[in-house]
């Protein structure tokens, strides 16, 4: 009886075994991530995060799994109002009235987000969400929707239209912004493929006749300043001619002046020359003839003198011979002594 309870007591056992061991092992797939959770209760344990592979976690535990893998969703068509341009600068206006509006513009973008590999991330997402994917999607649409309705706001048509040629989808979805949101839940923004920006066809007429008005307008201001140019240019060149003949007329002037001031010296030093001449004439005269009276050496300087005019002329006339008559030569021919 005891060796058939015994034999009885380890079949059971092996049998439990058989039936146990496949339960004490769990497998977290390749594009998958997880927490344990109890058979029993249905409690998460947050104590370790789960990568793919096989594990051991007990006949009582399995595992609640989320995709690491990234997901795609896409905003079709999300309509927003730009913000109206300034005229002068081109740029957003910084304080419209309320007639004034930007254009409407329908935004299609894809968002590619994924959950966050860590711990606490993964936590999150399941405390928000339950790891419930189609819940997450349709939040991020939601979130990407709201974003590009609010961020082309702060553009211009212009300036998103030039932004986009560019592959900055930052003006038609705040980047930033939108990660630091999904972050709230455990995921993360991996980027945003911005796929069609696009207007109605009144918009579009709006925003070409706004385009040819500024195109307009700038062609009017371009000659307007070309003018202007043109005039301070006409005004510089008659400036520099007046300052021209001004300086020819100074300098002419100067010249004038310097020559009639040479003139007037040589004819001071001339006069001066003659001056002295004559006294040194009329000192000579006096010690020679000491007994001649002042108006006979007075006459004798004058007669000398112009003998000697006479014969600077007479030399540069060619003239050889002056005749004088009696008169004349009195004083060089009677006796002075």
């Not at 004490?24 to 409690?43: D, P, T, V, Y």
């Not at 081109?90 to 987000?113: A, H, L, R």
């Not at 709006?206 to 009017?220: A, C, G, I, S």
Request: hydrophobic letters at 35%; one cysteine or more; a negative charge.
């Amino acid at each position: 009886m005891s060796i058939y309870l015994l034999g009885s007591v380890c079949c059971i056992g092996i049998l439990l075994a058989a039936i146990l061991l496949p339960l004490s092992f769990g497998a977290i797939a390749e594009e998958q991530l997880g927490f344990g959770k109890s058979r029993i209760s249905g409690r998460v344990s947050f104590d370790k995060l789960y990568h793919p592979g096989y594990w051991r976690n007990g006949p009582n535990n399995i595992f609640t799994k989320v995709n690491r893998h990234i997901h795609t969703v896409e905003v079709k068509r999300s309509n927003a109002w730009t913000c109206p341009e300034d005229a002068e600068t081109g740029d957003c206006k910084q304080n419209p009235n309320s007639q004034e509006v930007g254009q409407t513009v329908y935004t299609t973008c894809t968002i590619n987000f994924r959950i966050t590999p860590t711990k606490e991330s993964v936590q999150m997402a399941y405390e928000k969400y339950q790891f419930d994917d189609s819940r997450v999607r349709q939040q991020v649409v939601s979130l990407a929707t709201e974003n590009s309705k609010e961020t082309p706001q702060n553009y211009t048509a212009a300036q998103i239209f030039a932004a986009v040629n560019d592959d900055n989808p930052q003006v038609v979805v705040n980047v930033e912004h939108l990660g630091k949101e999904i972050s709230n839940f455990g995921y993360e923004l991996v980027d945003v493929v911005v796929e069609e920006i696009n207007m109605d066809d009144a918009a579009q007429a709006k925003f070409l006749l706004q385009d040819l008005k500024r195109y307009d307008d700038d062609l009017v201001k371009k000659q307007w300043l070309a003018t202007q140019e043109k005039q301070i240019t006409e005004q510089e060149v008659t400036e520099i001619r007046n300052l021209k003949v001004e300086q020819v007329r100074e300098i002419q002037g100067q010249v004038v002046a310097l020559e009639t001031r040479l003139d007037s010296d040589l004819e001071a030093y001339r006069r001066a020359v003659d001056v002295n001449s004559t006294l040194y004439l009329i000192e000579m005269y006096k010690e020679v003839f000491p007994t001649v009276d002042n108006m006979e050496i007075a006459e004798m300087a004058a007669t000398t003198t112009y003998m000697d005019q006479l014969i600077s002329v007479g030399t540069s006339s060619g003239v050889e011979t002056i005749f004088m008559d009696k008169e004349s030569n009195r004083l060089y021919t009677q006796n002075l002594g």
